[in-house]
């Protein structure tokens, strides 16, 4: 595209280079389509993982634009939802986290339309319309990576509603137990909506806020990752991360949608710097795009 370092890429709601390639039929469509084995599994557990989604190139020039955007003086870095170069709310420990990155660079936009992601996004959201929601970007540095505390994705998304949500994490370097990869808790989808804690502060602040029933049922286990390798879950599935004391970074990315439908549950602005959608309205526009749509396939 021309004039890339000025196009807020959130103004084109398909492929904008040549990551990936947009299936041309159904027939193109059938090997990123999931098993109902893997759809069961998600229903029951609350997640899906060790999806492949990207090639080893793609990694590597997601990592490189990454390295560019976050330095806060990237000539687009206004164009950022929310941008922390540190949100761990302890200081011996660094986290990275960022909002909005698709409408910087071609890679993390283009993410977005990858047919591997949309495809099996639909699926779990009942084969319906999925529109976008918003992406994060989180990092780790190496020996002294923070925590993400154990919470549920739609705590923080309570100004849309129905609840159906999904969350996409994707690896960009091997997540391992040693540098800090995401732990999920297998079946609390079905807890119900619990108080969110600070998301970047004490691992277990949560811990408050369960039953003594959901105490002796919290048992946690590690999703470890191959770099371009992700994961699904639901939008109540308890998980967070411990800290990155190895020697290697921990870098990620999340994308997060909702089926075609959902409506705002408040008059004020759903991301940072977006113009509000007034309370009761279908969720649309330049800041959520449909991403897949079942019926136009």
């Known amino acids: 595209m021309e004039n890339q370092q000025l196009v807020d890429l959130s103004e084109h709601h398909q492929l904008v280079s040549d990551f990936f390639k947009w299936p041309a039929n159904k027939e193109e469509w ?8 893997q759809i069961d599994f998600f229903n ?87 529109r976008f929601w918003h992406d994060q970007l989180f990092c780790k540095p190496a020996n002294h990576g923070g925590v993400v505390a154990w919470h549920q994705d739609y705590s923080y998304w309570t100004r849309t509603s129905p609840l159906q949500h999904l969350t996409c994490w994707v690896a960009l370097d091997d997540a391992t137990t040693e540098n800090g990869c995401m732990y999920y808790v297998p079946g609390s989808q079905r807890w119900g909506l619990l108080e969110k804690p600070e998301l970047a502060g004490e691992m277990d602040g949560l811990m408050e806020f369960l039953t003594e029933e959901q105490k002796a049922a919290f048992t946690p286990i590690p999703i470890e990752l191959k770099r371009g390798y992700g994961t699904f879950h639901h939008p109540l599935l308890v998980h967070g991360s411990y800290e990155n004391k190895s020697t290697r970074s921990r870098r990620a990315f999340v994308l997060n949608m909702f089926a075609d439908g959902t409506i705002t549950n408040s008059d004020k602005e759903l991301m940072p710097g977006t113009p509000p959608i007034p309370k009761g309205n279908k969720i649309e526009g330049q800041f959520f795009p449909i991403i897949i749509d079942p019926a136009t396939l």
Do not use: C
């Not at 059938?30 to 084995?37: G, I, V």
């Not at 170069?85 to 977005?112: C, K, M, Q, Y």
């Open 44 to 130: 029951e557990n609350g997640y899906l993982s060790n999806i492949k989604f990207l090639e080893e190139w793609q990694v590597d020039q997601l990592n490189d634009e990454l390295a560019a955007i976050a330095e806060p003086d990237h000539p687009k870095h206004a164009l950022f939802y929310q941008f922390f170069s540190n949100a761990s709310t302890d200081e011996n420990s660094v986290l990275f986290h960022a909002l909005g990155a698709w409408r910087l660079t071609p890679g993390f936009h283009d993410i977005l339309w990858n047919p591997a992601f949309v495809m099996a996004a639909s699926q779990l959201l009942g084969n319906k319309a999925v």
């Open 30 to 37: 059938e090997q990123y389509k999931l098993t109902q084995d």
